[in-house]
């Protein structure tokens, strides 16, 4: 049996220490979770993410105190109750909607960063894949929370999302009745969905979230040159006072406060769009209540579903599910797919630089031209070919990584 | 023996532990499926005898859109249409196939219209102007009398499906 202080004050240092070994957690989780100095601000998006998720989990909670998953009263549970009755409620609300949105925001910049500094490569490969497992888990919170206004565009989206799952010519009419509960998005679809938004996915997420630091805490975070850092001797540098010599800051306090910093930045032009620019997280197809007997217009999702939308959309329907389905799990073989063992950023990887640009240029052209409508030939066609070239950048990383030539780590 | 008794052990509560877990996926797989009650709703019955020629009649059945239209003699017949007696009538779901808006019947030209993209369909449900890339398509019926019972399989609608004329 241990040995406990007869004398440690309850609730002191030293009790903690020696009931849940709080010094240890301390040293693992912050004072000795090293950092290195040479970063930039892009590596606090993470904590951003995790500042964001918070937010919307308190908006989250505030609306579920009045919103009703019921056909017949949700869209008035929204619109009317929390709009014009529920004092602050559309505090909450319009927190929660800017929230969503410009959480993929910042998830697509998290992720090109790791892209841009190979910080997905030799080491780091779990992190890639659990934070691809966070992607998918948000974009499925994404789209089931948009269910629940039950407005126009929570309707029709819901229902043509649903009808992916019949996967084409195989007709799986069957499945998809599944899924919803129902022949069409009804009370059963609106009710299961309800319950994935406010308790499955956020559980899902929470895991991913505690995994996703867990596989970072032994590679440490990656670089600005990819440069391996000897942890123990920087570490042990900066403990004997020579920090300025030392390659690495401890995470708490030091690089804590640079992150919060960022955040600052962040939450200052997070909240000028909560409370002079929500509209642009509100479509205004979704404050008609959702009728099945009546099509918008046009139908589209929300701006970060955009590129794989467009993926989808110019090919003939079982081409376009195919080729959906490949962009949908392309990036979580990336770690596999690129062959080069340099861990480096893509300035000095050659041919790697270029692709990377091609590949944030396609996604946003493929973004742009899913939001327009299908009926223009020229833009369908700009579509067609961004699509294509989407599709040809897998095959073409694989040749580019084989044939890149190992950097001289030596000068 | 000690290890074959552990080993037996082992196997017998992993082995009932799966058979637990396969009943709670089927019983999760069960509570996700369409209610009987939704089940139940999924028949629409149409009387056709009280359908006026060339004027659209829109029912619903799961939810969608069902066009009825009674044929006027001098349109054209097709094998698309579900006859009764001397009466042909156009029955489809009525969401264009191009990305499901719903057409609007125009009487005098015996036309239907898509309104989003342009599509054209005859009084027969075939595509008469792209983008829409089939006819629109008939749902499962069964001639019962003077009435059109939606949503389950007769022999007319049987031989429309092995004919390759539904969609």
């Known amino acids: 049996m241990a040995h406990f202080d007869e004398n440690a004050k309850p609730f002191s240092e030293k009790w903690l220490d020696e009931r849940i070994g709080l010094n240890t957690l301390k040293k693992v989780l912050n004072t000795e979770y090293w950092i290195p100095k040479n970063i930039n601000f892009l590596w606090a998006m993470g904590m951003l993410l995790a500042a964001t998720f918070g937010l919307l989990l308190v908006s989250g909670i505030m609306l579920l105190m009045y919103y009703k998953p019921d056909t017949n009263l949700a869209f008035d549970s929204v619109n009317y109750t929390i709009m014009s009755e529920v004092g602050y409620g559309w505090l909450w609300r319009h927190i929660h909607g800017v929230g969503a949105s410009i959480v993929f925001l910042i998830i697509y910049i998290h992720m090109f960063t790791g892209i841009y500094y190979g910080s997905y490569k030799r080491g780091r490969e779990l992190i890639w894949l659990s934070g691809m497992g966070l992607f998918v888990a948000f974009s499925a919170e994404a789209f089931s929370g948009y269910m629940l206004p039950w407005g126009q565009m929570s309707y029709w989206a819901g229902m043509v999302i649903t009808n992916l799952f019949s996967m084409g010519s195989l007709e799986l009419n069957g499945l998809v009745e599944w899924i919803r509960g129902d022949y069409v998005p009804g009370d059963a679809f609106l009710n299961r969905f309800f319950m994935l938004h406010v308790l499955l996915i956020p559980l899902a997420i929470i895991g991913l979230i505690v995994l996703h630091f867990g596989t970072l805490r032994l590679p440490h975070v990656n670089n600005q040159e990819g440069e391996e850092i000897d942890f123990e001797t920087s570490a042990a540098l900066w403990k004997s006072g020579k920090r300025k010599e030392?390659?690495?800051?401890?995470?708490?306090?030091?690089?804590?406060?640079?992150?919060?910093?960022?955040?600052?930045?962040?939450?200052?032009?997070?909240?000028?769009?909560?409370?002079?620019?929500?509209?642009?997280?509100?479509?205004?197809?979704?404050?008609?209540?959702?009728?099945?007997?009546?099509?918008?217009?046009?139908?589209?999702?929300?701006?970060?579903?955009?590129?794989?939308?467009?993926?989808?959309?110019?090919?003939?329907?079982?081409?376009?599910?195919?080729?959906?389905?490949?962009?949908?799990?392309?990036?979580?073989?990336?770690?596999?797919?690129?062959?080069?063992?340099?861990?480096?950023?893509?300035?000095?990887r050659g041919l790697f630089k270029i692709w990377f640009w091609v590949l944030v240029v396609d996604m946003i052209t493929l973004t742009a031209m899913g939001k327009l409508p299908p009926t223009n030939p020229t833009f369908a066609t700009i579509g067609l070919i961004a699509a294509v070239i989407f599709l040809l950048l897998g095959p073409a990383l694989f040749v580019i990584s084989r044939i890149e030539k190992p950097l001289n780590r030596g000068a | 023996m000690e290890k074959n008794r552990r080993?037996?052990?082992?196997?017998?509560?992993?082995?009932?532990?799966?058979?637990?877990?396969?009943?709670?996926?089927?019983?999760?797989?069960?509570?996700?499926?369409?209610?009987?009650?939704?089940?139940?709703?999924g028949f629409t019955t149409i009387d056709l005898s009280t359908m006026e020629p060339n004027k659209l009649v829109v029912e619903k059945w799961r939810g969608k859109p069902i066009f009825v239209l009674k044929k006027t003699a001098d349109m054209k017949a097709d094998d698309r249409d579900v006859v009764i007696g001397s009466d042909r009538f156009h029955v489809s779901i009525g969401l264009c196939t191009h990305l499901g808006c719903i057409p609007a019947y125009e009487g005098a030209e015996h036309k239907f219209k898509c309104a989003c993209h342009g599509g054209e369909f005859d009084a027969s449900g075939r595509v008469l102007k792209t983008p829409p890339p089939s006819p629109l398509v008939i749902p499962p019926f069964k001639i019962d009398g003077n009435k059109l019972v939606l949503g389950e399989t007769g022999p007319e609608y049987k031989k429309m499906q092995d004919a390759g004329l539904i969609a």
């Open chain 2, 7 to 41: 080993d037996f052990m082992g196997m017998a509560l992993g082995g009932f532990a799966a058979i637990g877990g396969v009943g709670a996926l089927y019983a999760m797989k069960r509570t996700w499926d369409p209610l009987p009650s939704v089940k139940a709703a």
């Open chain 1, 246 to 348: 030392s390659k690495v800051i401890p995470f708490s306090p030091v690089f804590l406060s640079k992150d919060l910093f960022v955040m600052s930045i962040y939450f200052i032009l997070f909240f000028y769009l909560v409370f002079y620019h929500f509209e642009f997280a509100m479509d205004p197809v979704n404050f008609d209540p959702a009728d099945g007997l009546k099509t918008p217009a046009h139908i589209y999702p929300e701006w970060y579903f955009l590129w794989s939308y467009e993926i989808l959309r110019p090919f003939s329907k079982d081409i376009g599910l195919i080729a959906f389905g490949i962009a949908q799990v392309a990036f979580v073989f990336l770690p596999f797919i690129d062959r080069s063992p340099n861990v480096a950023p893509a300035h000095k």
